[in-house]
């Protein structure tokens, strides 16, 4: 068995982690970052091919290294994976590979990480793993005909996988939206739920600055983060036109199953072929044995920082402190701060006397989420 004793360990090397060991190596603390891909990166380059990020590259960079591409630009999923990569090796972050965390759970005053053999005792550990935990798809999803084509939009990858005739798109947020304008080039396609709204790209960089500068704790930030936290994303690069234009049918959102086909809110019952369910994700912090989680599965924190578990924090959480914090470009906000508060608890472990860091603002225990 490998056991180990670093200062921080830190769980995902996805945006939110890397730029979390970023601001912890700058100080010259001690950390690991533990991530259960095969390369920095991974999660983007697993999501479907077509996949663009949902905010332009002027928003896309992590501390210290802007994204390399025109301001206006929409980056692919794997520029993204790319940059990422290279991100982690231009500062030297310590990132290990391959490792997926089992448990993590108290050890004393310290915690006690465990990946397979190995054994990492910290006084801190960073949650960075993200929204993306564990595809949702309703539970009546089961009584659809078994000749209907099922995937949820984390397994999408093209058309190619979906059985040829009509296919109904479940979930009209962003990624729903991006999948049902792909599919409508090659066949009938039906995208069920409501109306999300629409963010204008003019919007530009700016205005994404903006919200990433708007606390969720005042108006108008908290009025911002209810719209976001009613479920499914304000549409960015796809205009509704988009979807009138290439022929994609809306319908209201799918209620149940009758006689193995997909039965909507208003009775309508829909003959598909395939259905792609963009209908999101939940969390899953089953593999922390230290109680963190409320009523709804999700981490109760303040901006991060867990208050009834010194040492404990999260970063990537959807409206962790901004309407942008659940963006790319949102991450580094959310990632300073808990490196600031992890660095002067660390402080004040070295020099007793030091006045104590202090949680602030809190932060919601849910929230939406985008690939952007």
């Not at 590979?97 to 005792?121: F, I, M, P």
């Amino acid at each position: 068995m490998d056991q180990r004793r670093v200062e921080t360990v830190i769980v995902g090397a996805g945006q939110a982690g890397l730029a979390t060991g970023y601001h912890l190596t700058r100080r010259d603390h001690d950390c690991l970052i533990l991530d259960g891909g095969s390369a920095v990166g991974h999660s983007w380059r697993s999501r479907w091919d077509s996949l663009r990020l949902f905010t332009p590259a002027s928003f896309d960079g992590l501390p210290g290294m802007r994204f390399p591409a025109p301001p206006k630009y929409f980056p692919t999923k794997d520029e993204m994976a790319d940059y990422l990569q290279r991100y982690a090796e231009h500062f030297e972050l310590p990132v290990q590979l391959s490792t997926r965390v089992d448990t993590l759970e108290r050890a004393g005053s310290r915690y006690l990480v465990t990946a397979g053999d190995r054994h990492l005792e910290s006084a801190n550990v960073v949650v960075a793993t993200g929204p993306y935990s564990t595809p949702h798809i309703p539970a009546f999803a089961d009584a659809l005909d078994p000749a209907i084509t099922q995937l949820h939009s984390s397994s999408y990858r093209n058309p190619t996988q979906l059985a040829a005739g009509p296919t109904l798109v479940v979930g009209a947020g962003n990624s729903g939206a991006e999948i049902a304008l792909e599919l409508a080039a090659s066949r009938e396609t039906v995208l069920s739920g409501r109306d999300t709204g629409h963010i204008p790209i003019a919007l530009g960089d700016l205005g994404y600055r903006i919200l990433r500068s708007l606390s969720i704790d005042r108006w108008p930030g908290n009025q911002i983060a209810r719209l976001l936290s009613r479920g499914g994303d304000p549409l960015i690069r796809v205009h509704p036109k988009d979807l009138q234009r290439a022929g994609v049918r809306r319908t209201p959102r799918v209620t149940g199953v009758d006689a193995g086909r997909p039965v909507l809110a208003d009775g309508t019952v829909v003959d598909a072929a395939a259905v792609v369910w963009c209908t999101g994700f939940v969390p899953d912090y089953r593999w922390i044995h230290v109680p963190v989680t409320g009523p709804t599965g999700a981490p109760e924190h303040r901006r991060g920082v867990v208050p009834d578990e010194p040492g404990l924090y999260f970063v990537g959480l959807p409206l962790q402190s901004t309407p942008a914090s659940q963006l790319v470009g949102g991450a580094g906000v959310d990632a300073e701060h808990v490196a600031t508060h992890l660095l002067a608890r660390a402080a004040l472990t070295r020099n007793p006397g030091s006045r104590p860091p202090r949680a602030t603002r809190p932060g919601p225990a849910g929230g939406s989420a985008t690939a952007g």
